[in-house]
């Protein structure tokens, strides 16, 4: 090969660089794509704000959900994996600046998800006891950085609960709030969470849908489950299920639907039981203000009628739905990170559409987005595996073409942060403290309790290294 003073390409002695920023299931998959090929050495620091790596698998998926939650556990063997450097405790953007952490690497994969609410935009939206879904679901799962005074304040005395919304997670919401102590019992739910939840003498949570139960993008085994609630009576007004001839023939088109409005149509002979929660599942509802003056009240809606493009049209009818908690689950957003381009309405990184993230429009040497940022944030973990890995054959393409080479030396990132006083939380002390929520949750029969303080997560690092592991 000529020398034209180039770096050379990547090694076995100097594998390509690459970091990954947020150890949530789309990074986790970056970093198994990128360490199962053989054709370009690799070493991979996967970052994250967190000490603890599995992003939404961890703070989203309901703890109620426990087959879905043990995603972890495949996840957690590319976490294994001896190229692969878990980094957590490091935010990106903030503690490490994105220009610092590109001079340590060669390239650099954003897989920091999208964790933004969105809002209705609509008056009393900030009331107390007006929740988004993020909140909510950031307490009940235990998430460090959980407001916890305000989600607490706003479940104290709560009979009445409005969730509008009509995705899955919205469905996640309504049923943690339906559930009976005894069922949240084996969560691994932190132990105030399931106090909280316990005390509340919630009698009704209405779901709300602005258009009609047949646009409704709940999954129909989401649903189902609401049938299966212990103490809990679903309830449907059968006149939301009337369908014209048009909706209904698009509706039979759609797996989703057909199987959504079978069950809903099952539960529309329902009447409500003395002693049951009443899980009311109504649509055609759009929120049109928030009641209250210093706590949520009620929400007041406008009846719609779905027009032929499928929208949500006013007819002029109005309502008052009493309520004493309003969670809004209308979605999420990805939040820009300082230095890098994101696209304002969609809250995504801009990239070429596989991946590479563009500058000015051309693709940026070394720069990588996959997952929530990179496609906005919709789908099931299993979607971000295909993501994640057409994202790194791009990657692995720039590397053979020689659009990505291996700089020369650099400080290694973990040494650098040491040496700053930060306190990176590495593969074992994860171990740690994943050993420390299993002995908690021993104590109290459950196969796992959830750390939910930062204090407490780096505590347990910290006494599994003073007991020398
Ligand atoms: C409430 C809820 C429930 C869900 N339930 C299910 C379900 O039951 N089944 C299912 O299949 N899918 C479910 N999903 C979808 C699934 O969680 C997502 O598809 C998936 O988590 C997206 O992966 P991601 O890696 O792109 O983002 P995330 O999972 O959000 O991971 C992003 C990671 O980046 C880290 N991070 C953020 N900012 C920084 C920074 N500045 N520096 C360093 N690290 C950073 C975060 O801490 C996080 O670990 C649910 C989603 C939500 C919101």
């Known amino acids: 090969m000529v ?4 770096p050379p390409p990547p090694a076995d002695d100097h594998p390509l660089r690459v970091a990954v920023v947020g150890a949530g299931p789309a990074g986790i998959y970056a970093a198994d794509a990128l360490t199962r090929q053989s054709e370009v050495p690799v070493a991979v620091d996967l970052v994250d704000r967190l000490p603890t790596p599995f992003g939404l698998v961890r703070h989203g998926i309901a703890p109620d959900h426990p087959k879905m939650r043990a995603i972890r556990d495949t996840l957690h063997r590319s976490l294994d994996h001896p190229l692969v450097r878990f ?8 503690e490490l600046a994105l ?3 590109r001079a340590h690497v060669d390239a650099v994969v954003y897989t920091y998800g999208a964790a933004l609410d969105r809002h209705l ?3 009393g939206e900030d009331l107390p006891g007006s929740l988004a879904a993020t909140d909510l679901v950031a307490w009940y799962t235990g998430h460090p950085d959980a407001d916890r005074a305000t989600v607490e304040a706003a479940l104290s005395g709560v009979r009445r609960a409005v969730v509008i919304g009509v995705g899955n997670v919205a469905l996640d919401v309504g049923r ?5 102590a005894e069922e949240l019992e084996p969560t691994d739910m932190p132990q105030h969470v399931i106090d909280v939840l316990a005390a509340a003498p919630v009698e009704e949570v209405t779901v709300l849908g602005r258009r009609g139960p047949a646009q409704a993008t709940f999954t129909t085994q989401e649903l189902r489950e609401l049938g299966e609630l212990a103490a809990g009576t679903v309830l449907v007004d059968p006149g939301d299920l009337e369908l014209d001839d048009e909706t209904e023939a698009r ?3 759609d797996r989703n639907a057909t199987r959504n409005l079978a069950v809903l149509r099952d539960w529309s002979a329902h009447e409500p039981e003395p002693g049951r929660t009443r899980l009311r599942l109504r649509f055609y509802s759009r929120p049109v203000r928030l009641l209250g003056t210093d706590r949520v009240t009620g929400v007041e809606v406008e009846r719609t009628a779905v027009d032929g493009d499928g929208r949500a049209i006013g007819t002029g009818e109005f309502e008052v739905l009493p309520a004493d908690l309003v969670v809004r689950s209308v979605g999420y957003l990805g939040t820009p990170l300082p230095g890098l381009p994101v696209d304002q309405r969609t809250g995504t990184v801009t990239h070429d559409g596989v991946g590479r993230v563009l500058r000015d429009g051309a693709p940026s040497a070394g720069e990588y987005a996959a997952g929530w940022i990179k496609r906005g944030p919709t789908g ?3 979607h971000n595996k295909h993501d994640a890995r057409e994202t790194v054959a791009a990657l692995l393409a720039d590397a053979a073409d020689g659009t990505l080479r291996v700089r020369g030396p650099v400080d290694d990132l973990v040494r650098t942060l040491q040496a700053r006083g930060a306190e990176p939380v590495l593969l074992d002390d994860w171990r740690a403290i994943d050993a420390a929520e299993q002995a908690l949750g021993a104590s109290r029969g459950r196969a796992r309790t959830t750390l939910h303080e930062r204090e407490s997560l780096l505590a347990a690092v910290r006494e599994a290294a003073a007991r020398g592991r």
């Open 3 to 6: 020398d034209d003073g180039a």
């Open 99 to 101: 220009d610092d952490l």
């Open 251 to 253: 509706a039979a088109a």
């Open 176 to 180: 943690i709030l339906a559930r009976t």
């Open 121 to 123: 935009g609509i008056e």
């Open 380 to 382: 099931v973990v299993g």
């Open 87 to 94: 980094v957590g405790n490091v935010e990106v953007g903030t």
